[in-house]
C-alpha cells in the first residue's frame, strides 16, 4: 500500500466534502471515477461556460447601435419640442435639407471645390513634408540644417498664419491650399523622420555586411522600415487637412462647404451647418478609409496583432 492509498483510506468523509468545493456555477457534466490506484474522485468531463453567446451578435450590428440611438433620442427630443428648431433642427429636417442641397446641386458643387482644395494642399504639402524628412532622416549634415528650424515653425500654430498669408497672397485660393498644406508637411515630416530614424541598426548592419551600396541600403532596407511611419502621418495629415479646410473656407470664400455654412450662419440655417458638417465627416472617413486600404497592400509583409 503506498502512501497516497493510506491517506486517501484515513481521511474523514467530511475532509472529501470540502475538497469537492461548492457546486459548480457553469454548467458541465461531472462523473465520478475510480482512478488507476483504486481511490473514487471527480473528473470533469466537458465544460460550458454559462457566459457563452449562443447567438453572437454581428460586429457592425453593435457599432450602429449607438449612432442609431443618438438620432433616435436626437428626433424624440426634437419632435417634442425640448430640442427647439432654432437651437438645433431634427434629423428629419437636415435629410430633407440635404436631399434639397443634392438635387438643385449646390452640395455636389461645394464638395467638388473643397476636394480640390484638400488634394492640392495634401501633395504640395505631402511633398515638402516628405522631401524634408528624407534630408533630415538620411543625412546628419542634413537634420542639422533642417531640423531645426523645422521644429521651430512648429511649434508656431499654423492657423495662426492665416492673416500673413492673406497679406502675402491674397483672397483667392492660393491661401486656403497654403493652410491645407502648413498642416500637412509638419505631420509627414515628424512621421517619416521618426520611421527613418527608428529602422534597426541590426538591420542596416546586415545590409551593409550583403554588400549593399548607400543607394541600395536606403532603398531596400531604410524606405521599407519608415513605410508605417509614413503611413501614420498620412492619416495624420488627412485628417489636418480636413481640418485646415474649414479654417480656410471661413475667410473670404465664395464657394465651397465653408462658404456654405458662412451663408446658413447668417440666416441661422441649423439644418445646412449640421449637412455640411456631416458631409466633412463623411469625406474624413471615405480618406481614412483609402488610406488604411492602402496600408494594407503596402505593409502585407508586416504581421502585426489585429486585436482579440
Given amino acids: 500500500m503506498t502512501l497516497d492509498q493510506a491517506v486517501a483510506r484515513e481521511a474523514p468523509v467530511e475532509t472529501a466534502a470540502e475538497t469537492a468545493g461548492p457546486p459548480s456555477v457553469v454548467k458541465g457534466e461531472e462523473r465520478e471515477v475510480k482512478a488507476a490506484s483504486g481511490v473514487e474522485g471527480l473528473e470533469l468531463v466537458h465544460v460550458d461556460p454559462v457566459s457563452r453567446r449562443r447567438w453572437p451578435v454581428p460586429r457592425w450590428v453593435r457599432r450602429t447601435v449607438g ?14 419640442g425640448v ?15 440635404a436631399g434639397d ?14 476636394l480640390q482644395r484638400v ?6 504639402g505631402g511633398v515638402i513634408g516628405v522631401a524634408l524628412a528624407l534630408v533630415s532622416g538620411l543625412s546628419r549634415l542634413g537634420e542639422d540644417l533642417v531640423d ?17 498669408f492673406i497679406i502675402w497672397l491674397g483672397i483667392g485660393e492660393a491661401p486656403k491650399v497654403a493652410l491645407i498644406s502648413l498642416g500637412v508637411a509638419f505631420h509627414l515630416y515628424l512621421n517619416v523622420y521618426a520611421g527613418i530614424r527608428g529602422v534597426d541598426a541590426q538591420l542596416v548592419e ?9 543607394w541600395g541600403l536606403i532603398r531596400h532596407v531604410v524606405l521599407p522600415g519608415a513605410l508605417p511611419g509614413a503611413m501614420t502621418g498620412l492619416r495624420y495629415s488627412l485628417a489636418t487637412a480636413w481640418l485646415a479646410l474649414v479654417f480656410g473656407e471661413q475667410v473670404n470664400a465664395d464657394d465651397g462647404l465653408g462658404f456654405l455654412m458662412n451663408q ?5 440655417r441649423t439644418d445646412v451647418i449640421v449637412v455640411c458638417l456631416v458631409v466633412y465627416a463623411i469625406l474624413g472617413l471615405l480618406a481614412d478609409f483609402l488610406v488604411r486600404t492602402l496600408e494594407r497592400l503596402l505593409l502585407q509583409w508586416r504581421p502585426t496583432f489585429t486585436g482579440q
Avoid: C, K, N
Avoid at 531645426?148 to 500673413?164: D, F, K
Avoid at 546586415?206 to 548607400?214: I, K, V
Avoid at 446658413?264 to 441661422?268: H, I, N
Fill in 67 to 80: 449612432p442609431l440611438a443618438l438620432l433616435v433620442l436626437w428626433q424624440v427630443l426634437s419632435a417634442s
Fill in 206 to 214: 546586415a545590409g551593409q555586411s550583403l554588400g549593399l551600396s548607400r
Fill in 83 to 97: 430640442l427647439e428648431a432654432g437651437i438645433l433642427a431634427s434629423p428629419g429636417t437636415i435629410a430633407a435639407t
Fill in 119 to 124: 488634394a492640392v494642399g495634401l501633395l504640395l
Fill in 148 to 164: 531645426a528650424t523645422v521644429q521651430m515653425l512648429r511649434s508656431v500654430p499654423w492657423v495662426g498664419v492665416i492673416p500673413l
Fill in 101 to 114: 442641397l443634392v438635387s438643385d446641386g449646390t452640395l455636389p458643387s461645394a464638395m467638388l471645390v473643397s
Fill in 264 to 268: 446658413a450662419r447668417e440666416f441661422f
